[in-house]
């Protein structure tokens, strides 16, 4: 009879508490770290040797869209790109953006072995889209009730918190005081409230102010998604951001931020028009694109995103990622687009070719718009929190931000071993304890006994994101074993094949009245 179920020997523990790393044993039974100490010299049927090797919590994603891919087939429910970046926990629903409720989303979960620990917030587009369709319009009374209801059961199904994307529809159609009232049910539930910005351009100190005054008015935390500065006008404005956020946080509001390592942003090509174009269907924003004069109005707002937002300036820095009704233009720029219709790659010629390719609908870009001395500013803030924005991807399928395949390993390669400006300790901590500190949760994200044993070890020298731009496909490298809810998913930089992964809800918490 074995006394633990898994012994991990002779690594140096970073415990995610930012602490300095020590060397020490762990040992795991029945899901849980059972013991930490000096030295375990009791049985076990699997014993780690981590010498010269990190052994952390499992890092926790705290912005994904999982949700929408991770059901798709067996393959998806591995999350085989996740994994192979020690990631243990994933948070879907985030941008306002949610594949269903909470409660069918965790019972399909439910019906099938995942690879990945899966938790999930409220979209509130969905919300609003259910209760009003894609109007451009303010709530009244009835459907801001009916929306407070599907919000409330969907924090009783386990709901960490609900998101917003408000530069998306229908969401961008909404006011403040819909999100505040809405958060007002959060709130009892003790949830946070997570939002993709208004603007992240040039009116984003406007968008942080508003997300800070729905978080002061409604209660409760407030995180801010995907921390970045977007176009050129606006590249250094992060010590001015960070400071914003410095001066929420003095004046008392809960206030966090997330980032991804990466100095390009990826979203559907429709986020070059203006809100008001993309209400109702598709076919209406065609409708609206046929006639003359109103394409000449939402031509004007593309062309001008596409020099001073997205674009970056050139259209050669807007690529497509996804287009499953045109699958022949993936991997190609606006630029090339532009040139294989005869034109020279203008800003103006490449927005007419942005128009064009809208009614294909789903076109998803990559958008090479960020600053990467940006990246590094927001990098260097140990409160922060690394997280993915990705999703579960299928293998060799369409051309993918690499984020989805190596944000978590291209922090502790480029910005803790190359470039040193973060030290390994706290960019742990921005890895781990800081989402799980986030998320309300006390038994992941840290390394102590009692904790569910989501644990990675890695070699500090060897660990590596692998994918690219260009070549996107290539898993993470550098992660030696991987345990999840106390099993060994990652063994030797192999599969195992085990998929005990679960929906996690967030921790149960008395549930206030105002």
């Not at 190596?406 to 030290?423: A, D, M, N, Q």
């Amino acid at each position: 009879m074995f006394d633990y179920d898994i012994i991990i020997r002779n690594g140096c523990l970073i415990d995610g508490t930012g602490t300095p790393g020590y060397t020490a044993d762990i040992a795991i039974k029945n899901g849980k770290i059972a013991r930490i100490t000096k030295t375990i010299t009791s049985s076990s049927p699997k014993v780690i040797d981590a010498s010269r090797k990190i052994v952390s919590p499992g890092f926790i994603d705290i912005h994904t869209h999982c949700d929408k891919t991770i059901l798709k087939n067996t393959n998806t429910r591995q999350a085989l790109n996740y994994l192979f970046q020690g990631v243990t926990l994933v948070i879907g629903g985030n941008c306002g953006m949610a594949a269903t409720n909470v409660a069918d989303f965790s019972n399909q979960l439910n019906n099938g072995s995942i690879g990945i620990n899966v938790g999930m917030l409220i979209g509130h587009n969905r919300v609003r889209e259910a209760v009003m369709g894609c109007v451009d319009r303010y709530a009244d009374d009835a459907e801001l009730a009916r929306m407070k209801e599907i919000v409330s059961n969907d924090m009783a199904n386990g709901a960490f918190g609900m998101s917003t994307g408000l530069i998306y529809i229908p969401g961008a159609y909404c006011d403040a005081n819909e999100i505040v009232e809405l958060c007002k049910v959060v709130g009892k539930y003790n949830g946070i409230y997570t939002t993709h910005l208004r603007n992240e351009a040039d009116g984003i100190m406007k968008s942080m102010e508003e997300a800070s005054e729905i978080g002061r008015q409604s209660k409760i935390p407030v995180h801010l998604s995907h921390h970045k500065l977007v176009g050129k006008p606006m590249w250094g404005k992060s010590i001015e951001t960070l400071n914003k956020i410095s001066d929420f946080q003095n004046q008392g509001i809960d206030i966090s931020f997330d980032q991804y390592p990466y100095s390009a942003t990826s979203t559907t090509i429709d986020a070059f028009l203006p809100a008001w174009a993309l209400e109702g269907s598709l076919q209406d924003t065609k409708n609206r694109l046929k006639d003359s004069k109103t394409r000449e109005q939402i031509l004007k707002t593309v062309i001008w995103n596409m020099k001073n937002t997205r674009g970056g300036g050139d259209p050669k820095n807007v690529v497509i990622c996804n287009s499953p009704n045109k699958p022949e233009i993936e991997g190609k720029s606006l630029a090339q687009l532009t040139k294989e219709n005869g034109q020279t790659p203008t800003c103006e010629n490449a927005s007419q070719m942005v128009l064009n390719l809208t009614i294909h609908g789903d076109v998803k870009c990559i958008f090479h718009c960020l600053d990467e001395k940006d990246v590094e500013t927001v990098m260097k803030n140990k409160d922060g929190i690394v997280a993915s924005d990705g999703v579960v991807v299928e293998f060799k399928q369409q051309n993918p931000h690499p984020r989805s395949y190596g944000t978590f390993p291209r922090v502790l390669s480029k910005y803790v071993r190359e470039l040193k400006i973060i030290s390994i300790e706290d960019a742990i901590r921005k890895m781990t304890l800081n989402p799980a500190k986030r998320l309300g949760l006390t038994d992941r994200g840290v390394l102590k006994e009692g904790a569910w044993a989501d644990i990675v070890v890695f070699d500090p020298l060897e660990i590596q994101d692998m994918s690219t731009f260009e070549q996107p496909h290539q898993y993470a490298k550098g992660i030696d074993f991987l345990i999840i809810n106390g099993v060994l998913t990652i063994d030797e930089g192999r599969f195992t094949g085990e998929m005990v992964g679960k929906f996690i809800k967030k921790p149960n918490e008395e549930i206030w009245e105002n």
